[in-house]
Antibody, heavy 119, light 106 residues
């Protein structure tokens, strides 16, 4: 059974850089069959896809989002990560990691981690 | 960006009754539509892809239909474990989600 687990700081101050990590078990981020995605949900709102990373390191980000996001993958740890620079209160959300199939839908998700941006 | 609109926002249903959830796309997405179930504190669960193909392990009481811009998720006889929020997502273009329909106990 594939499982994904997000980890992150929980609380960050405005203007800081956020780092989140997703640890995958029961599957491999090195598999060429999948893409590894981040999705977020602002309080009381719907889901917003942030982007994906492939095992090779290639990335694709949501064109409607400003380019403050950076994704990376660590195949040795079976993890992938998200960095978000210059965070503001508008980045407060639950962040999910998910495995994405081609075409682009998601068959396994993590439970999500709440990020709060506050001074 | 393809905008997905779900209705109703909240659906109150008694256990054993049928629930019908709607999802509309702002432009045609063909059959490139998925449905997810999300319960608080849990990982979202894939129910359907290709608009009408049940994901592995999804009970037959869940069915999906539609193509183009209009889609429906039907739960034929609601069980207690089905009360949750349901999201549609198109993948004809980069992924976008609906705002969700909360199915609550009447």
């Amino acid at each position: 059974q594939v499982q994904l687990q997000e980890s992150g700081p929980g609380l960050v101050k405005p203007s800081q850089t956020l780092s989140l990590t997703c640890t995958v078990s029961g599957g491999s981020v090195s598999s060429g069959d999948y893409y590894w995605s981040w999705i977020r949900q602002h309080p009381g709102k719907g889901l917003e896809w942030i982007g994906y990373i492939y095992y090779s390191g290639s990335t694709y980000y949501n064109p409607s989002l400003k380019t403050r996001f950076t994704m990376s993958v660590d195949t040795s740890k079976n993890q992938f990560s998200l960095k978000l620079s210059s965070v503001t209160a508008a980045d407060t959300a639950v962040y999910f990691c998910a495995r994405m199939l081609s075409p682009y839908y998601f068959d396994y998700w993590g439970q999500g981690t709440l990020l709060t941006v506050s001074s | 960006e393809i905008v997905m609109t779900q209705s109703p926002a909240t659906l109150s249903v008694s256990p054993g009754e049928r629930a019908t959830l709607s999802c509309r796309a702002s432009q045609s997405v063909s059959s490139n539509l998925a449905w997810y179930q999300h319960k608080p504190g849990q990982a979202p669960r894939l129910l359907m892809n290709g608009a009408s193909t049940r994901a592995t392990g999804i009970p037959a009481r869940f069915s999906g239909s539609g193509s183009g811009t209009e889609f429906t998720l039907t739960i034929s006889s609601l069980q207690s474990e089905d009360f949750a929020v349901y999201y549609c997502q198109q993948y004809n273009d980069w992924p976008t989600f609906g705002q969700g329909t909360k199915v609550e106990i009447k």
